[in-house]
């Protein structure tokens, strides 16, 4: 993922809410959403790799990875960054435990941001800062930055995300993708540094990439919503290289027991709205 945008413990009718962008090249192999049928899980995958770049389970767990923008190649890791998800939605550890357990071997892997969360709580680690970051109650973003990066479309996307917690209106996929698909970019002044030059800057700081040369772009929108009463809504709207609509993905399911009260709130290091 490029823009991961989460709302946790919000409202009790909507205790996670997550709506995400990817941004590749249209020329790498991928298998659009799907069931995997050797694990309880809904997730695309990278045909190239073999990882995944964020995926749900059926018990409520999930798992997203941003790469970190490192254009000097100084980062580059031996291994996958998409195998982070699923080592984690595989398993049966805790977000922290998942973390910790794999920080011996962050260092193989380019630079990333890695958000795993289950119904009871969400983590963040980074292998380009320091820490495990449990998050609490509030809406947090992550891109392609060092986690305390709070880069134009990071808090345009929690602008957006705050906007559907704000009525009495039920969430639903559509309105998130909706609101991820917002093509305006950052002014000269607002722009991050992060080695490129400016006019590549420029066009890749709006939340939502149309394709420009090299066919790099937004190739899919997701959203996961789980609700209060358990039940859950995974969807991925993909689009074609010309920037229409390609395909959507819907999947619902109901996790196999009520959510428990949570547990004392944990502040994170993101920044947060809310």
Same mark, same amino acid.
């Given at each position: 993922?490029?823009?991961?945008?989460?709302?946790?413990?919000?409202?009790?009718? $909507?205790?996670?809410?997550?709506? /995400?962008?990817?941004?590749?090249?249209?020329?790498?192999?991928?298998?659009?959403?799907?069931?995997?049928?050797?694990?309880?899980?809904?997730?695309?995958?990278?045909?190239?790799?073999?990882?995944?770049?964020?995926?749900?389970?059926?018990?409520?767990?999930?798992?997203?990875?941003?790469?970190?923008?490192?254009?000097?190649?100084?980062?580059?890791?031996?291994?996958?960054?998409?195998?982070?998800?699923?080592?984690?939605?595989?398993?049966?550890?805790?977000?922290?435990? $998942?973390? /910790?357990?794999?920080?011996?071997?962050?260092?193989? $892997?380019?630079?990333?941001?890695?958000?795993?969360?289950?119904?009871?709580?969400?983590?963040?680690?980074?292998?380009?800062?320091?820490?495990?970051?449990?998050?609490?109650?509030?809406?947090?973003?992550?891109?392609?930055?060092?986690?305390?990066?709070?880069?134009?479309?990071?808090?345009?996307?929690?602008?957006?995300?705050?906007?559907?917690?704000?009525?009495?209106?039920?969430?639903?996929?559509? /309105?998130?993708?909706?609101?991820?698909?917002?093509?305006?970019?950052?002014?000269?002044?607002?722009?991050?540094?992060?080695?490129?030059?400016?006019?590549?800057?420029?066009?890749?700081?709006?939340?939502?990439?149309?394709?420009?040369?090299?066919? $790099?772009?937004?190739?899919?929108?997701?959203?996961?919503?789980?609700?209060?009463?358990?039940?859950?809504?995974?969807?991925?709207?993909?689009?074609?290289?010309?920037?229409?609509?390609?395909?959507?993905?819907?999947?619902?399911?109901?996790?196999?027991?009520?959510?428990?009260?949570?547990?004392?709130?944990?502040?994170?290091?993101?920044?947060?709205?809310?």
């Amino acid at each position: 993922m490029c823009l991961i945008i989460i709302a946790h413990r919000m409202s009790p009718d $909507y205790p996670l809410v997550l709506a /995400a962008n990817r941004d590749e090249f249209f020329s790498r192999p991928t298998k659009q959403a799907h069931e995997w049928p050797d694990a309880a899980i809904i997730a695309g995958r990278d045909l190239l790799a073999g990882g995944t770049w964020l995926g749900v389970g059926r018990e409520g767990r999930f798992a997203a990875v941003t790469n970190i923008r490192e254009p000097d190649g100084n980062g580059a890791g031996k291994r996958s960054r998409g195998e982070l998800p699923l080592g984690f939605l595989f398993g049966d550890e805790t977000p922290e435990e $998942y973390l /910790a357990g794999r920080s011996a071997v962050f260092g193989e $892997y380019a630079g990333f941001n890695l958000l795993v969360g289950d119904v009871d709580s969400v983590c963040h680690a980074s292998n380009r800062s320091p820490g495990i970051h449990a998050l609490g109650r509030g809406i947090y973003g992550l891109s392609n930055g060092a986690p305390d990066s709070n880069w134009p479309k990071v808090l345009r996307g929690k602008d957006k995300m705050a906007e559907v917690f704000s009525g009495n209106a039920a969430i639903d996929a559509d /309105a998130l993708i909706a609101r991820m698909r917002d093509e305006r970019r950052a002014g000269e002044s607002e722009l991050p540094e992060t080695g490129i030059p400016d006019a590549q800057e420029k066009w890749l700081s709006s939340m939502f990439i149309p394709v420009a040369e090299g066919n $790099y772009g937004t190739r899919c929108i997701s959203v996961f919503i789980r609700r209060g009463d358990g039940a859950c809504e995974f969807s991925e709207q993909n689009f074609a290289v010309n920037g229409e609509c390609a395909g959507r993905r819907d999947f619902a399911f109901s996790l196999p027991q009520p959510i428990a009260s949570p547990p004392p709130e944990k502040s994170g290091a993101l920044s947060a709205v809310g």
